[in-house]
């Protein structure tokens, strides 16, 4: 229950970051005064260009068949427990009533979980 919520914090604060308005700052060579998301989308309104190299999907598509047969699925490699493992924690999940989990309570359902796995022996 932890990585998605790191991970979703994570993407919060990386929205914001790129969204918000960087101070002007005359001294500084680099840009400022200016939104990050607009300098990357915009190059040319700041005096800059744009430096990014197209990659045909076909590319990704292929690198990512290469690397599912070498190193296995995608989703296997993001696994931070084994899939029974996954499926009990749903299931006690579930059977807590699907408790709100946010960085407020996700220490407490975790507990709660992990009360109620090794209470049943699961």
């Known amino acids: 229950m932890f990585p998605p919520l790191v991970q979703a914090e994570l993407d919060e604060f990386k929205r914001y970051w790129n969204s918000h308005t960087i101070r002007h700052q005359s001294e500084k060579l680099m840009l400022s005064?200016?939104?990050?998301?607009?300098?990357?989308?915009?190059?040319?309104?700041y005096a800059g260009q744009s430096c990014l190299i197209p990659v045909p999907?076909?590319?990704?598509?292929?690198?990512?068949?290469?690397?599912?047969?070498?190193?296995?699925?995608?989703e296997d490699c993001f696994r931070w427990v084994n899939a029974d493992f996954e499926r009990k924690a749903e299931e006690v999940y579930r059977?807590?009533?699907?408790?709100?989990?946010?960085?407020?309570?996700?220490w407490d359902v975790f507990q709660q979980m992990s009360d109620f796995m090794e209470l049943h022996e699961l």
């Open 57 to 74: 999907q076909g590319i990704f598509d292929a690198a990512r068949e290469y690397l599912s047969e070498e190193e296995g699925l995608r």
């Open 95 to 106: 059977i807590l009533g699907s408790p709100t989990v946010n960085l407020d309570t996700c």
């Open 33 to 45: 005064g200016h939104v990050p998301n607009n300098a990357l989308r915009y190059p040319e309104h």
